[in-house]
């Protein structure tokens, strides 16, 4: 059975629903359906995915199409950037795509954002469709229109906001997924449960076991709600001027420790930690008691994801490095606290002294 999520139009953009279905089967009526039949498709993937589904999205959308081209790109982050979206750009300029045809992010987050910002783009925007095929891109990356790449050794800095046409995932891609880039998603999605629902967090934990499994009817609510709670939080806040910051619960030291750990740690086990440090600090402050602390920390092992850095970690370094963060706001540091479990905020006022005591957390090999 197929599940919907609606996202509504906002000042960045027009409606689109998130299709989550067990296979690609529903990709060519959706195609349909948004009016793009008779076009020229062109699918951008990566040297990983696109051997393993390009040819079957082809064989999906082949009867539909004008015509189809397959772009590949080499995969990894370090190739999310501007000479590969040149390489979008020289492709669909050679093969004489124009305004009205559509682009197709086929893999993780960085053809995601890498697409999207391709599409917003070349000849001012043309529309899009995401097919994300990790669980990071289904219930993260793309959804919120947030499309860019990195910038020299700067992340996403240079981007655009750019809704997609649709988001088709196919969840059963994720049995080709290797289990820590399963964990990385799985780090956003128990984020999702600590800042917004504190219910689906404890079913998280409660069953990870079968979702760890990739049992389909875990992976199904479990992709779904996170959906919800992603497609709920930029809808609010499409540009991210208030709310939607809470979604960064975790980025701010994460991040710092991402650069410091020079990409070495996915993403998700970046924000693990990243998070570990934000509920610390929430415990001093009294808004999480002992047991919802531990339990929250001790909770990432089973999920795959680190509770600590290598005890000889620079945390002089990672200070310094979360400082000079982008998420500046007048002088402070942004920061997103709990008020409790499946409910956070920001905060602008942690001192310096709260921010190393919460890092140095990390570094101790056990407590
Ligand atoms: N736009 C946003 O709002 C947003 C939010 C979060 C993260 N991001 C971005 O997302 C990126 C990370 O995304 P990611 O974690 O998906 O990384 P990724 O795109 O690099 O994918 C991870 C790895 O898995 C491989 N892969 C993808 N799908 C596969 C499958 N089904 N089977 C086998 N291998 C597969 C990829 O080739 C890659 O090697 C970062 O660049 C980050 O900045 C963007
Ligand atoms: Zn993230």
Redesign the pocket.
């Known amino acids: 059975m197929a599940t919907i999520v609606s996202v509504p139009k906002t000042s960045s953009g027009d409606a689109y629903d998130i299709l989550i279905e067990h296979d690609f089967a529903k990709l060519k009526d959706a195609i349909i359906k948004l009016g793009f039949s008779n076009k020229r498709f062109c699918i951008v993937t ?4 696109g051997p ?2 390009a040819d079957k999205i082809v064989e999906e959308l082949s009867s539909i199409a004008k015509e189809i081209k397959v772009l590949t790109l080499p ?3 370090e190739n ?1 950037n501007l000479e590969q979206v040149q390489k979008v750009y020289e492709f669909l300029i050679e093969n004489h795509f124009d305004r009205k045809d559509i682009l197709f992010a086929l ?7 890498l697409t ?1 910002f391709a599409a917003a783009t070349y000849l001012r925007g043309i529309k899009f469709v995401q097919i ?6 289904q219930t ?9 790449v ?1 910038f020299n050794e700067y ?2 800095m240079v981007g655009a906001f750019y809704q997609p046409s649709l988001v088709y995932m196919n969840m059963s ?6 289990a820590r ?1 399963f964990a ?2 799985m780090a ?1 999605i128990l984020k999702h449960g600590l800042i917004k629902d504190n219910s689906y967090y404890e079913w998280l934990i409660n069953n990870f076991i079968e979702i760890n499994d990739l049992e389909a009817e875990f992976l199904e609510k479990m992709i779904k709600r996170s959906c919800e709670i992603k497609a709920e939080v930029v809808s609010n806040d499409p540009k991210e001027q208030g709310e939607r910051a809470i979604l960064n619960f975790g980025h701010t030291v994460g991040h710092a420790i991402e650069k410091y750990m020079n990409f070495k740690l ?3 086990e970046c924000v693990a930690l990243g998070m570990i440090a934000a509920c610390w600090i929430s415990y001093k402050r009294g808004m999480l008691d002992t047991e919802e602390f531990y339990e929250i920390r001790d909770m990432f092992l089973p999920f795959r994801l680190p509770l600590t850095l290598e005890d000889d970690a620079d945390l002089d370094r990672i200070i310094e490095i979360t400082k000079s963060d982008k998420k500046m706001e007048s002088g402070h540091i942004k920061f997103i606290l709990l008020k409790k479990p499946g409910k956070a905020y920001i905060d602008t006022s942690v001192t310096d002294d709260e921010m190393r005591d919460a890092v140095k957390q990390l570094i101790l090999t056990d407590d």
């Open positions: 990566d040297s990983n995915v393993l589904y995969a990894g982050e999310k893999g993780g987050g960085v053809i995601g954002d999207g994300p095929t990790t669980l990071l891109s993260d990356s793309s959804i919120g229109g947030k499309t860019g990195d992340k996403n891609v994720l049995k080709t997924l290797s880039q990385s998603g956003e996915t993403h998700g």
